[in-house]
Structures are given as structure tokens and as C-alpha cells.
């Protein structure tokens, strides 16, 4: 599960390095096993204007989205939380998916030559 809030009109480097890695992290083989959830719904200042800023996060991460990762919006109820939980219980995980990260360093790929910690620079 990533969570990230929606109500930054850009998000810094630092939250963008942190996505980019987290889907090297986990890779396309792994998607349907993600759930990105974008939290700050509850907040006076979301508006239309924030609607295009799901638009642009869901294009952010669409590479895993198109291959199964689930998008949610966290509304800051407890049935909301109770709901993505439920959702990440009965999602039909594949056991025998490895996220990208291990299946590198099980090749014999250094730590630094990942993928993931090559999205850092």
C-alpha cells in the first residue's frame, strides 16, 4: 500500500523520488498486489482543482495501475479505512509474485545496481 495526499498542487522531489522507487520497488509482476491510496479528501481547500491533481497522480502511476494496482480515495472515516483494508484482505494475491526488488538481488544484482535505488538519483 502507497499513501499520498492530494492537496499539493506539485509534490516536492522528494515525494516523487519515493513513488518512482516504490514502483521499482515492486515492479509490473507485482501490481496486482498495490493499492495507492491519496488521502486529504476531508480538506476545505480540495476542490475541481484537486480532481486534476488525481488525474495527474493516477498518471504517475499508471505503469502499475495498468497492471492491476488498485487507486482509492482514504476519506477519513472509519468505514473508508475499514473499506481499503477489506480491500487489501480480499484481493486475490499471487503467492508466487516476487516484487522486482527481490528477483534483482536474487540474480545477483548488487544493492546499488537496482533498479529501486538507481530510481533515487
Same mark, same amino acid.
Given at each position: *500500500?502507497? &499513501?499520498? !495526499? =492530494?492537496? #499539493?498542487?506539485?509534490?516536492?522531489?522528494?515525494?516523487?523520488?519515493?513513488?518512482? *522507487?516504490? !514502483?521499482?520497488?515492486?515492479? /509490473?509482476?507485482?501490481?496486482?498486489? /498495490?493499492?495507492? &491510496?491519496?488521502?486529504?479528501?476531508?480538506?476545505?481547500? &480540495?476542490?475541481? =482543482?484537486?480532481? $486534476?491533481?488525481?488525474?495527474? @497522480?493516477?498518471?504517475? =502511476?499508471? $505503469?502499475?495501475?495498468?497492471?492491476?494496482?488498485?487507486?482509492?480515495?482514504? +476519506?477519513? %472515516?472509519?468505514?473508508?479505512?475499514?473499506?481499503?483494508?477489506?480491500?487489501?484482505?480480499?484481493? #486475490?494475491? @499471487?503467492?508466487?509474485? &516476487?516484487? !522486482?526488488?527481490?528477483?534483482?538481488?536474487? %540474480?545477483?544484482?548488487? +544493492?546499488?545496481?537496482? %533498479?529501486?535505488? !538507481?530510481?533515487?538519483?
Amino acid at each position: *500500500m502507497y &499513501v499520498d !495526499q =492530494i492537496v #499539493d498542487s506539485r509534490p516536492s522531489g522528494t515525494r516523487i523520488r519515493r513513488m518512482r *522507487m516504490f !514502483q521499482s520497488f515492486c515492479g /509490473v509482476n507485482a501490481a496486482k498486489n /498495490v493499492v495507492f &491510496v491519496t488521502t486529504m479528501w476531508d480538506n476545505p481547500c &480540495v476542490d475541481a =482543482i484537486n480532481v $486534476e491533481r488525481e488525474k495527474l @497522480h493516477k498518471e504517475r =502511476i499508471a $505503469e502499475l495501475a495498468d497492471h492491476g494496482a488498485a487507486v482509492t480515495r482514504f +476519506l477519513n %472515516t472509519s468505514t473508508s479505512a475499514r473499506e481499503i483494508i477489506e480491500s487489501l484482505l480480499h484481493t #486475490d494475491h @499471487h503467492s508466487s509474485v &516476487v516484487c !522486482q526488488f527481490a528477483e534483482e538481488l536474487a %540474480t545477483g544484482r548488487l +544493492l546499488k545496481d537496482t %533498479t529501486a535505488v !538507481q530510481s533515487l538519483s
